[in-house]
Nanobody
Framework: QVQLVESGGGLVQAGGSLRLSCAAS????????MGWFRQAPGKEREFVAG????????YYGNSVAGRFTISSDNAKNTMYLQMNSLKPEDTALYYC????WGSGSGGSNWDYWGQGTQVTVSS
């Protein structure tokens, strides 16, 4: 069992940056693939980024590749999502997720979810 808590969301202008954090507690953090998803009102949940349980490889959704960077700090049991060059279409509720021994890809078996943190990008 692992508990996930996201933070770092907020309101930012287009072109700006935000860094999201996902703090994990419970089982050994380093055994989990970690990922970020987002869901905007009226849209399906979308895979944003993921990182394998051993730190490599990393995966990105097409809409964020080159702008977002996922990373993790096992010593702090925390995962991050650095978001640069934000666009209004990045506005969504962002969730972190965990998958024990997972690959970190969008198709990974994501077992655990946080409550989400809102990101709003103004034009």
């Amino acid at each position: 069992q692992v508990q996930l808590v996201e933070s770092g969301g907020g309101l930012v202008q287009a072109g700006g940056s935000l860094r999201l954090s996902c703090a994990a507690s419970g089982r050994t953090f380093s055994t989990y693939a970690m990922g970020w998803f987002r869901q905007a009102p009226g849209k399906e949940r979308e895979f944003v980024a993921g990182i394998s349980w051993n730190g490599r490889p990393t995966y990105y959704g097409n809409s964020v590749a080159g702008r977002f960077t996922i990373s993790s700090d096992n010593a702090k049991n925390t995962m991050y999502l650095q978001m640069n060059s934000l666009k209004p279409e990045d506005t969504a509720l962002y969730y972190c997720a965990a998958d024990l021994w997972g690959s970190g890809s969008g198709g990974s078996n994501w077992d655990y979810w946080g409550q989400g943190t809102q990101v709003t990008v103004s034009s």
